[in-house]
């Protein structure tokens, strides 16, 4: 029993590996969008971070941003700060459009990347990668600068 459990496992593993050049391969052709600005505001005693990137679209068609992931964090959300009366609160995005022949700032004050449960030390002047995915089937895989709040203001 307990032979085939670890044949099922090394199995699913080379699919999800097939899968992975699949899309970087498909990535290199289409190569719509690029990502600019990239940093992420740190904050200390490990409470969330947010990542800011600016999204810039050289295709004829809008494209959404449909998901995030990174190997530095365990959870990164698209969020949206919204403003009611006077005060604000947080809410999820599902996907953010980046228009045709445009682009999209996740900017302080509007979107961010929300990201929490960081899988090792980060600290300001190191360099996260987080891993973009579009409704194209392209993946950015981007640097993103770590600055500390003093840095940016
Ligand atoms: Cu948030």
Redesign the pocket.
Known sequence: MSIKIKTFAALSCTLALSFGFATAAHAADANAITAKDAWVRWLPNNL?A?GYVTLVNASDKPVDLVDISSNDYGDA?L?Q?VSNGSTQK?VMVDKLTVPAHGQVAIAPGGY?V?LEDAKHKVAPGDTVHLTLKFSDGETLDTPFAVKSPAQTK
Request: proline share 12%; hydrophobic share 50%; no cysteine.
């Open positions: 969330p947010a959300m969020h700060t947080m961010h929300m």
